[in-house]
């Protein structure tokens, strides 16, 4: 086995289990601090966006990552996976992103967590949490296949 598949899973068995113990959930903690300003929760959150951006900054000195945001950049290579391709536009990624994020946000205000807990609390056998996750992976499938086509199509 590959050093860097070893690697990956060691870390992600270890962020599985600092999140498990932490209860951490983004949503839970906006929830709480609109609430009850409770600031438990919601200093995950403020931490893993600071995470993200030293992250960010890291690679971007070691130069690998290109501009941001990269739809912005002429004749732009697209991330894999994206769904709108080279001939996306910025404003068909806006799109994409307001009907994605709509749609997992209201989700998951209706479960009561983020996919992150969701994902947590189906590792721990809550049965509500494993729909969720099983719905995730179809909302994603229905996503790619019918919504952004659809949005490309408008957006050509």
Not at 35 to 58: M, P, R, V
Not at 59 to 81: D, E, H, L, N, Q
Request: hydrophobic content about 55%.
């Amino acid at each position: 086995m590959e050093l860097h598949v070893i690697g990956t899973f060691a870390f992600g068995i270890m962020l599985g289990y600092l999140f498990q113990r932490a209860r951490m959930c983004f949503i839970g903690g906006m929830r709480d601090y609109y609430l009850i300003k409770d600031t438990w929760l919601i200093k995950g959150l403020f931490g893993f966006f600071g995470g993200a951006l030293l992250g960010y900054i890291i690679f971007s000195v070691m130069g690998k990552i290109p501009f941001f945001p990269w739809i912005a950049v002429k004749g732009f290579t697209p991330i894999p996976g994206d769904p709108l391709g080279a001939s996306g536009t910025l404003a068909g990624h806006l799109i994409l992103a307001v009907i994605g994020g709509f749609g997992v946000g209201f989700f998951s205000v209706i479960q009561g967590g983020c996919p992150l807990r969701n994902y947590v609390m189906a590792a721990e056998g809550n049965k509500t949490a494993i729909a969720y996750v099983i719905g995730l992976a179809v909302g994603a499938v229905i996503f790619h296949k019918f919504v952004a086509p659809m949005v490309k199509a408008i957006m050509l």
